[in-house]
């Protein structure tokens, strides 16, 4: 799987959108990109995942470039209890069902 | 619905005695997974089954860790001794296989903390 490069923090003011940046320039095609976060004494939960088109669910957002060599995940409006380590993870759906989460970015949203 | 179901919680015990945490995936997953998370090493995958089959054990530390799955509803990892090194936050989480880009359900963890 493709590694991945993220910011290890960021703020986002609460009510703003919070937009996190993913470095995957080596990703090959059959890859996709994959967000979970972890909020502090909980499991991680997914949150979306994509190919090469932009993504959308009730949680949030996903932008790939067009070269797929990045992404961000836009949290549209967020709120105090989007505060978490957010992991993005690229791997080949199939015939593999690991995860390998790096370091992530913790994401603090400030009242 | 009931997601991933772990037990204990939270376990204190002294370096050399047995360990044994639990799982319950959601039902209908054909996956299962064991993760452990430590400050040092943060999030590595242990073990994975599919359908109660072992699949890739090689993230297993060694031989003291062992973990089964005799049924689809239930999965156990034990620690036999265990050490303070084994200090970590244990997750379970489950998939589904209809589908191939199914996300991993994850419980709420076993905090263990061996003396």
């Known amino acids: 799987d493709a590694k991945t490069t993220q910011p290890p923090s960021m703020d986002c003011a609460e009510g703003r959108a919070a937009n996190l940046p993913c470095n995957h320039s080596?990703?090959?095609?059959?890859?996709?990109v994959y967000w979970y976060r972890q909020i502090h004494s909980q499991g991680p939960q997914y949150i979306i995942h994509?190919?090469?088109n932009n993504e959308t669910n009730e949680m949030a957002s996903l932008i790939i470039t067009e070269d797929r060599k990045s992404s961000t995940l836009i949290l549209p409006h967020a709120t105090l209890r989007d505060t978490a380590v957010y992991y993005c993870?690229?791997?080949?759906?199939?015939?593999?069902?690991?995860?390998?989460f790096g370091t992530g970015t913790r994401l603090t949203i400030i009242p | 619905d009931a997601g991933v179901i772990q037990s204990p919680r939270h376990e204190v015990t002294e370096m050399g005695q047995e360990v044994t945490l639990r799982c319950k995936p959601i039902?209908?997953?054909?996956?299962l997974f064991w993760y452990r998370q430590t400050m040092m090493r943060g999030l590595e995958l242990l073990i994975y089954?599919?359908?109660?089959?072992?699949?890739?054990d090689s993230g297993m530390p060694e031989d003291r860790f062992s973990a089964k799955m005799p049924n689809a509803s239930f999965s156990t990892l034990k620690i036999q001794p265990s050490e303070p090194r084994d200090s970590a936050v244990y997750f379970c989480?489950?998939?589904?296989?209809?589908?191939?880009?199914?996300?991993?359900?994850f419980g709420d963890g076993t905090r263990l903390s061996i003396l």
């Open positions: 089954f599919n359908n109660n089959v072992p699949i890739d």
């Open positions: 994509g190919l090469k």
């Open positions: 989480a489950s998939s589904a296989i209809q589908g191939r880009n199914q996300p991993q359900h």
């Open positions: 993870i690229v791997r080949v759906p199939f015939g593999n069902e690991k995860l390998t």
């Open positions: 039902s209908g997953h054909d996956y």
């Open positions: 080596t990703i090959s095609g059959n890859e996709y």
